[in-house]
């Protein structure tokens, strides 16, 4: 059983910071792949970052590199999201995800999507 909550959401406005986190109270942590997707209404998830929180190794979208940092605290089987330099094109419901094993990727190299997801999380930046 994976059970993933969210928090951290909010509205900023460009140039701003935000903090998310996912707590995963269910099945074996260290073995999961674990990151954040968006969403805009009518549009298809995107993969934004990822983190294998067995080794550390973490994915971001291109989007995103050098604005956001995935990061791990193993003793509160927590992920968080730092996500610095806002921009409104950030704006989306941001869902945590969760997978057993390895972080997988797509044909196209992005982050397929997981198997377990949160509950969604709403980001707002303001220009």
């Known amino acids: 059983q994976v059970d993933l909550m969210e928090s951290g959401g909010g509205s900023v406005p460009a140039g701003g910071s935000l903090r998310l986190s996912c707590a995963d109270s269910g099945y074996t942590y260290s073995t999961n792949c674990m990151g954040w997707f968006r969403q805009l209404p009518g549009k298809q998830r995107e993969g934004v970052a990822a983190i294998h929180t067995g080794g550390g190794s973490t994915y971001y979208a291109d989007s995103v590199k050098g604005r956001f940092t995935i990061s791990q605290d193993s003793a509160k089987n927590t992920v968080y999201l730092q996500m610095d330099s806002l921009k409104p094109e950030d704006t989306a419901m941001y869902y945590c995800?969760?997978?057993?094993?390895?972080?997988?990727?797509?044909?196209?190299?992005?982050?397929?999507?997981?198997?377990?997801w949160g509950q969604g999380t709403q980001v707002t930046v303001s220009s």
């Open positions: 995800g969760a997978d057993r094993g390895f972080c997988r990727r797509t044909m196209e190299g992005g982050m397929a999507p997981f198997t377990y």
